[in-house]
């Protein structure tokens, strides 16, 4: 495996991680899936997306260290594709949050960091920017 490949599998293993481990962690909770103000149906949704988050990022993880073609350049665009499409759903519902009433934050949610910015938009920007590197580094790589 080239230097570049090696560098790519490491960036977006750091997204595939915190995907698979920290949304659940942060989201188990009565601000967000135990709710006792939202629906059943609402709750049910969002462990939907809590869960397939959390797979779909472990299915990343296992393409990039231990399926077939692990560490191979193949795998590190799907990988790519993959974690990208879970972050990329997030800033689709940021953007269009106020067509449906979403907020970023509710009350004794994740607190507002760097002196009032979003903790979703910080970390999932800078998520984001290690799976473009990811991206960029696979892609220039040679077959």
Avoid: C
Avoid at 18 to 45: C, E, K, M, Q, Y
Avoid at 77 to 106: E, N, Q, R
Avoid at 137 to 142: E, V
């Amino acid at each position: 495996m080239t230097k570049s490949l090696t560098q790519a599998r490491l960036l977006v293993t750091i997204p595939a991680l915190f995907l698979a481990i920290v949304p659940p962690l942060v989201d188990l909770n009565s601000t967000h899936l135990l709710n006792p103000a939202w629906t059943g149906h609402a709750r049910l949704h969002t462990a939907w997306l809590i869960s397939s988050n959390s797979l779909i990022s472990l299915l990343s993880l296992w393409i990039l260290w231990r399926g077939a073609w692990a560490g191979t350049r193949e795998a590190i665009l799907m990988a790519t594709a993959l974690v990208g499409s879970i972050l990329a759903g997030f800033f689709v519902a940021a953007a269009t949050h106020p067509l449906y009433g979403g907020a970023f934050t509710d009350g004794g949610g994740v607190p507002p960091v760097f002196g009032g910015l979003d903790a979703n938009i910080v970390s999932f920007s800078g998520l984001s920017l290690m799976v473009l590197g990811a991206l960029f580094l696979a892609r220039k790589s040679s077959r």
